[in-house]
């Protein structure tokens, strides 16, 4: 299912981060995913019956690091 936003609403929402970017339907992969892209820093956001959640906790980071990132701790 895709995601079926207006496009005056996608107009309106902007990424959370700094960037306040627009945001794009779909991911990368799959352009028909319940999902909204930001244009700007890549992260996906996830739609949860038809509502976006523009939360950074809940995004997902292009670069999330696979690779065993060691950020201390
Ligand atoms: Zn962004």
Not at 21 to 28: E, F, I, M, V
């Amino acid at each position: 299912m895709a995601v079926t936003l207006d496009a005056q609403l996608l107009e309106i929402l902007a990424c959370p981060s700094p960037d306040h970017a627009p945001l794009r339907p779909g991911t990368p992969d799959d352009p028909d995913a319940d999902a909204l892209t930001c244009t700007e820093c890549g992260r996906i956001f996830p739609v949860t019956d038809g509502i976006p959640v523009l939360l950074l906790d809940e995004a997902e980071s292009p670069d999330e690091s696979d690779d065993t990132s060691d950020d201390g701790a």
